[in-house]
């Protein structure tokens, strides 16, 4: 069965940075596109970072600069080097894959959705 298991959140203060890992199994992997997705209480969850097959690369205007998105399909695992970490990125963090044409990726890889396998979720939590 299709497994993500997220990994690498934890408690920094504001500036610093995380790297979050996804371990994938199950899956071709090299066939999926990925995701990284954030939620906070109360809150719809929200796109942050996705790559492409093709490692073409989707940022959130609010992470663009201080987040990169990568991934590494000998290893089958999913990325998310953040830095310059603000309070404001406080949130659980989930990967997600899914099969998906370049063209459709390129308009709809934030939507949540479309995105049929999750991972549980790994914790961040900044402090200002």
């Known amino acids: 069965q299709v497994q993500l298991v997220e990994s690498g959140g934890g408690s920094v203060q504001s500036g610093g940075s995380l790297r979050l890992s996804c371990a994938t199994s199950?899956?071709?992997?090299?066939?999926?596109?990925m995701a990284w997705f954030r939620q906070t209480p109360g809150k719809e969850r929200e796109a942050v970072a996705a790559i492409s097959t093709g490692v073409v690369t989707y940022y959130a205007d609010s992470v663009k600069a201080r987040f990169t998105i990568t991934r590494d399909n000998a290893k089958n695992t999913l990325y998310l080097q953040m830095n310059s970490l603000k309070p404001e990125d406080t949130a659980m963090y989930y990967c997600?894959?899914?099969?998906?044409?370049?063209?459709?990726?390129?308009?709809?890889?934030?939507?949540?959705?479309?995105?049929?396998?999750w991972g549980q979720g790994t914790q961040v939590t900044v402090s200002s």
């Open positions: 997600a894959a899914k099969i998906s044409t370049f063209t459709s990726f390129r308009v709809n890889w934030y939507e949540v959705q479309g995105y049929r396998n």
């Open positions: 199950g899956l071709a992997f090299g066939t999926y596109c």
